[in-house]
């Protein structure tokens, strides 16, 4: 018989030693990072949180709390490998709970503050997880109703944790106690769970380690000259992928600068944070950047130390990136990452036109980059195909997913990152289109099957199709085609109204509904998903 699969495929032995060998993995976990840099500055800010009444941790403080924390969730019996999935918006806790679990080597699967029912369900049957930890009450959403419906579905969660007022279940608050000693993560093992933008009827999970993690963190502090003087605004949601890493709030705490937590994302409540905190760094998808160089032009408020503005999660737009520089007077840097692991930036010392053509070249001397077609093979240079890396910081595999596994990588363990990308002479990425079937809306990713699923669950539906319709704002959104069954009536109103009460996050539901009687189809009988879109984006364009 054959060893069961891994959780978690892992790097083969040779390369593992190659990219140890090249220094990439240091033996070092979060934990000990977080510990070495409050050793060497107690007294430095770490975290600064305007929303909890302008709390402010140092270093010393929030290694500490991380510590007490840890001491209190293994008194509730969780330990190294357990999962716990983290739903926090843009809190001071959010880092408290991540290093504890970091320390204990329980296992973050990091849900965002926009996921309900359907998907934090999920999260917690495919992960196993024995906690979940929400807020009270954020924006209005009671997240601890959400943790009793969930409760009811996830058998193996044990434990759910509320920072704020807990209602039925276990406050934060009450579980830390004295720290004791306790086993610690090697560096190699996993570090937490991210999610994947995903393209197929359920989010996979992605394993990232504690070595591969930090390599990336370190490498990006060097590329966006993040040091212990640097002050990073977290404007998007902190647990998603390019906020937390590129380089984000880890950067910024493995240099030994300052995190500022932004409650929300609009001038009106970043640009007062901006000038207050000193500001140096912060990260935006496209359409809070055209938001921010607007807003710019006639803010009263001194946004001179911004030095970094860091853009991606979607193509942003030449046009757009040309405005950065003269409205924001800082460096723009595209960004184009991604949470199963490679990342691109573009440089610092990069002239202009590179820095508002192209997304970017990757972090490292060994990713390995390869530009196919639809058969695996080599574009001629400069043509277009499918991206396809291999490296010291992307997966070779999800978690506990062999099957869609064996899709997503080549034999010899290249990721198929679904994106349409051209190398320029100089190793840049333009990235000029997309090959699965998701829609990116401005940076939130959205797998057309998860929501065709819900809508397949109405019984006045017989068939759907949902594909990206171009914006000028968002850049995509999203539009369902809908075939009823016969004699069925069903107003668009009432099909998002549904996909809502399914417990579906609100970015998934679909801007647009039409009513079709049939799909066009490809060559060989499948739903043509290109003409649909170019159906779309007509009677988008079309005068209304
Ligand atoms: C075009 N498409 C882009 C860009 C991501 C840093 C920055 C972003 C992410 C991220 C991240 C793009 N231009 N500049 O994790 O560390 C699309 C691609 C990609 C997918 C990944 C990071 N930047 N994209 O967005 O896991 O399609 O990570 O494959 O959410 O976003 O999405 P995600």
Not at 237 to 253: D, E, K, V
Request: include cysteine.
């Amino acid at each position: 018989a054959g060893a069961a699969a891994p959780d978690a495929p892992t790097w083969p032995a040779a390369y593992a030693e190659r990219y140890r060998a090249a220094g990439y993995w240091r033996g070092e976990t979060f934990g000990q990072m977080l510990r070495a840099r409050a050793a060497r500055h107690p007294d430095r800010t770490a975290v600064v949180d305007p929303a909890g009444a302008g709390r402010r941790w140092s270093y010393a403080e929030l290694d500490r709390r991380a510590d007490r924390t840890a001491a209190g969730l293994l008194a509730a019996g969780i330990g190294r490998g357990d999962r716990v999935v983290l739903q926090l918006p843009n809190v001071a806790e959010f880092f408290e709970v991540l290093f504890a679990l970091f320390r204990i080597g329980a296992l973050p699967v990091f849900a965002l503050p926009a996921h309900r029912d359907t998907e934090i369900t999920h999260f917690c049957v495919l992960s196993e997880a024995v906690a979940y930890v929400v807020a009270d009450v954020h924006e209005g959403y009671d997240y601890r109703d959400l943790a009793t419906r969930v409760r009811a579905n996830a058998p193996a969660l044990r434990h759910v944790f509320v920072v704020g007022d807990p209602g039925e279940h276990t406050p934060l608050a009450g579980v830390p106690r004295e720290p004791v000693p306790h086993d610690e993560p090697a560096p190699g093992d996993l570090a937490f769970l991210q999610l994947s933008g995903g393209s197929t009827g359920v989010p996979k999970l992605i394993p990232r380690t504690h070595d591969d993690y930090l390599y990336s963190v370190r490498a990006s502090d060097e590329i966006c000259a993040v040091d212990e003087d640097s002050v990073h605004l977290v404007a998007l949601p902190a647990a998603h992928n390019f906020p937390l890493s590129s380089p984000g709030s880890l950067g910024t705490l493995a240099a030994g600068g300052r995190v500022v937590l932004c409650p929300r994302p609009d001038p009106d409540t970043a640009f007062p944070l901006i000038e207050r905190e000193r500001v140096t760094h912060t990260g935006l998808v496209p359409p809070l950047a055209l938001v921010w160089t607007e807003a710019a032009a006639a803010t009263p408020y001194d946004l001179s130390s911004l030095r970094v503005l860091l853009v991606g999660g979607a193509k942003f737009s030449e046009a757009a990136a040309r405005r950065v520089r003269p409205a924001l007077g800082c460096a723009l840097q595209q960004v184009f990452g991604m949470a199963e692991g490679l990342v691109n930036y573009t440089r610092l010392d990069d002239d202009e036109e590179t820095v508002v053509t192209t997304q970017g070249r990757p972090i490292c001397p060994d990713d390995e980059i390869r530009v196919v077609d639809d058969d695996d093979r080599d574009v001629e240079p400069g043509g277009t195909g499918h991206l396809l890396t291999r490296g010291p910081y992307t997966i070779r595999g999800y978690w506990r997913a062999p099957e869609h596994n064996a899709r997503s990588f080549t034999a010899d363990g290249f990721y198929r990152t679904g994106d349409l990308v051209r190398l320029t002479g100089s190793g840049h990425l333009v990235v000029e289109g997309r090959s699965k079937d998701q829609i990116n809306r401005g940076g939130e990713k959205i797998a057309a099957e998860e929501v065709e699923n819900v809508i397949l669950g109405h019984p006045a539906v017989h068939d759907v199709s949902v594909v990206a319709v171009p914006d000028d704002y968002l850049g995509e959104r999203s539009c369902a085609y809908v075939i009823l069954r016969r004699g069925a009536e069903l107003r668009a109103a009432a099909l998002r109204r549904f996909v809502r009460e399914r417990g579906l996050a609100a970015y998934k539901v679909p801007d647009r509904v039409e009513f079709v009687d049939a799909f066009p189809h490809t060559g060989v009988g499948k739903v043509s998903k290109r003409d649909l879109r170019t159906t779309a984006a007509d009677s988008a364009s079309a005068p209304h």
